[in-house]
């Protein structure tokens, strides 16, 4: 089946993946964004034929323009998110306020069906700001459509993120880390995008669906395995969860009184995010009842982080060289 899509926060990192394989289905697009015209929105035309990927201007915090980039469509997709709060772009404005928003129009205009990208974490109970909105957001969005489908992706990673890059970008000879015990089951973007692809087109059953890769690491680990494809050699050290509360504390600080030109590199909710697993949960519906087998890390991060070489892409080519004069 094809039909229009409206696809909110379409010009993001998953938003993207979601609209080149639906463009490659047949469907018609609409990526409802804020800036239509920048580079990552504007690049989403080359997706389909002429006209058959849009780029449309769109704030999920007003009523009226989340409605009309939803006129006609059949089915549609809420990926917007924020990892921190910045001005009028507050957890609960975007992740519990705007979703409730899209779903209830969604309701009132009739959309036959509704994908909503969550996380996993999302928890009312939360001590966490950002998991608690997401929790809310969820609810929100099953009031008004019973139907729709929830996923929740644990990191998402590919070559765009802000995970693996932030990390692999850090120079000196050591390498903080906040949670290093923390688990993480880190999801590839493009097999997030094949979930969503799937459930659009009515394929699984409404509900929840937690979404991680094959990969169960701690943040420790997963340092080490990218400094192993980086071919790199850091001291990771642990930072403590109260000795990380009050250097964010102080981060935020300056922030504000930089009215946000300096921006936080860490924020008190992250931490208080990152004293719990971000693992699919036991008992949890995730990619095998989608019937989809997600991608490995170790076969996804070379093809990117490579740039972080010392060598950049001639790393390879140089160690075969020096086994070969050993031998």
Known sequence: MSGLVTIYGGSGFLGRYIAQRMAAQG??????????????????????????VAPVLCNIRDDESVRTVMQGADVVINCVGVLSESGANTFDAIQHEGPE?????????????????????????????YARSKAAGEAAVLRHMPQAVILRPSIIFGREDEFFNRFAAMSGPILPVVGADTRFQPVYVDDVARAVELV???????????????????????????LGVIRRRKLIVNMPFGLAGLMAGGMGLVERLSFGLIK????????????????????????????????????ILPEYLWRFRTSGQYAEIKESARNLRRD
């Open 27 to 52: 469907w018609r697009i609409r990526i409802a964004c804020r800036h239509p015209y920048d580079e990552d929105a504007s690049g989403t035309r080359i997706y389909g034929v002429v006209g058959q």
């Open 200 to 226: 659009a087109t009515g394929a699984a059953e409404p509900g929840v669906y937690e979404l991680g890769g094959p990969d169960v690491m701690t943040f420790r680990e997963l340092m080490q395995e990218m």
């Open 101 to 129: 928003r899209i779903a209830r129009i969604a309701a009132e205009l009739g959309v036959a069906r509704m994908v909503h990208v969550s996380a996993i974490g999302a928890d009312a109970d939360s001590d966490s700001d």
């Open 264 to 299: 936080a590199p860490l924020t008190g909710d992250q931490v208080a995010q990152l004293r719990r697993d971000n693992v699919v949960a036991e008992g949890a519906r995730g990619f095998d009842a989608l019937g989809l087998k997600p991608i490995s890390m170790g076969s």
